[in-house]
């Protein structure tokens, strides 16, 4: 059959009423457009070449899907409100631009939560722990991407060849169901990533007090920002899939501007993040590195050195530190001495703020003592 794939239509802008699709046009042309091609211009030039961890690049491919979705769409909304002459076919456009929303939706939170437990990771011990659990909830989330666009794009099908109409009320429903399981794990994700950020945030203020590094507080606006946005996605996604109710312009005007809103913060503050790590001086990250491997190294020997089964106390801080203190090279992970390299100068000022770090622990917990369990 044929159906209805060739026969010419005027495409319609039923949200034009008071200028709503204008005004959606403008909000996302002139307003939100242009800090994502900032980003999208950053990542892949000044960014794209600076040594950043093989993780950001996820933001890179996220940053360019999105850019091009959201050219696409403010170019979808003026032929609507041009009222061109096309033909049917023109709905399975739509499958296209979720394509690359999804995309840019997946790259951006896997970006942003391989960033915020890299973070976390250097202060706490298991962090593999979260990495794994958000890889295989970002798989998931690919393989709801793919079967909502697979579905939408078999509904058009059916939908311009005037297939039975049972068979298009199930991939419908079918289609909204992978929508909505899609919004509820990003929202799950988004919230896991806020979550990291904040707590590496709070252990900086645990063991540096209030000298928090800038790209922490940075990196918690993002993932905030990405936290709002999703939870907007799902409010309106559950209003329209799950509640059934009927879409207007007001729901419309404010999805637009509150997806491209929270997705432009969370791109520029990114960027920022990205640039403010690219300029620190590899010194600065070996001292960071050499802190992280001190206190993973004091937690471990804490740990192994008690017995809850035996009623066995761990050992004194203070002896782990001491045993630190006498034998810094040794405790050292391999990768950190050869990144440390064989300048007497670099070493020394390096030992010098290792032992500096060992002080203050010491000054704060070498109090602790060990106490019989049972």
């Known amino acids: 059959m044929k159906g209805i794939s060739s026969l010419p239509v005027h495409l319609n802008n039923i949200s034009f009423e008071g200028n709503y699709l204008l005004g959606r046009i403008v909000i996302n042309s002139l307003v939100l457009l242009f800090p994502a091609v900032y980003a999208c211009l950053k990542w892949n030039r000044s960014l794209s ?9 996820s933001i890179t491919y996220g940053t360019n899907s999105f850019t091009l979705w959201y050219i696409l769409h403010v170019i979808d909304l003026s032929l609507r409100k041009a009222q061109i002459k096309t033909t049917y076919r023109y709905v399975l456009t739509d499958s296209l631009f979720y394509v690359f929303k999804f995309a840019a939706d997946i790259f951006i939170i896997a970006g942003a939560y391989r960033i915020a437990s890299a973070e976390i990771s250097k ?21 709801l991407a793919l079967f909502h666009v697979g579905t939408r794009f078999a509904h058009g099908i059916l939908w311009i060849g005037v297939a039975d109409i049972i068979d298009i009320q199930h991939l419908a429903q079918r289609r909204n169901e992978f929508e909505i399981a899609f919004m509820v794990l990003q ?17 900086w203020k645990a063991i540096d007090g209030w000298r928090i590094p800038k790209e922490s507080w940075l990196l918690v606006v993002a ?43 969370f791109l520029v503050v990114i960027t920022v993040f990205a ?7 590899p010194k600065q990250n ?13 937690l471990a020997r804490l740990d192994d050195s008690s017995d809850p089964r035996t009623g066995r106390s761990a050992i004194a801080v203070l002896t782990v530190l001491d045993e630190l203190r006498q034998d810094w090279r040794g405790r050292m992970s391999t990768d950190i001495m050869e990144a440390m390299g064989s300048t007497p100068q670099v070493e020394q000022e390096l030992r010098r703020q290792y032992m500096d770090y060992i002080a203050k622990l010491q000054s704060e917990y070498g109090q602790l003592v060990p106490v019989t369990v049972g």
């Not at 640039?275 to 001086?281: D, E, F, H, L, V």
Request: one cysteine or more.
């Open 49 to 57: 070449v600076a040594r950043l961890p093989l993780y950001t690049k």
């Open 123 to 143: 202060r706490i011990l298991k962090s593999w722990i979260w990495k794994a659990t958000g890889d295989f909830v970002i798989i998931l989330l690919t393989m």
């Open 187 to 203: 929202f799950l994700l988004a919230l896991g990533t806020l979550a990291m950020s904040t707590l590496s945030l709070w252990l």
């Open 223 to 265: 993932t905030g920002s990405l936290l709002i946005r999703s939870m907007s996605e799902l409010v309106v996604v559950a209003r329209h899939n799950y509640r059934l109710m009927p879409k207007n312009p007001d729901t419309e005007f404010a999805r637009d501007f509150v997806y491209g809103l929270f997705s432009s913060i």
């Open 275 to 281: 640039q403010y790590m690219r300029t620190k001086s």
């Open 286 to 298: 070996l001292v960071e590195r050499m802190k992280q491997d001190c206190r993973q190294y004091v």
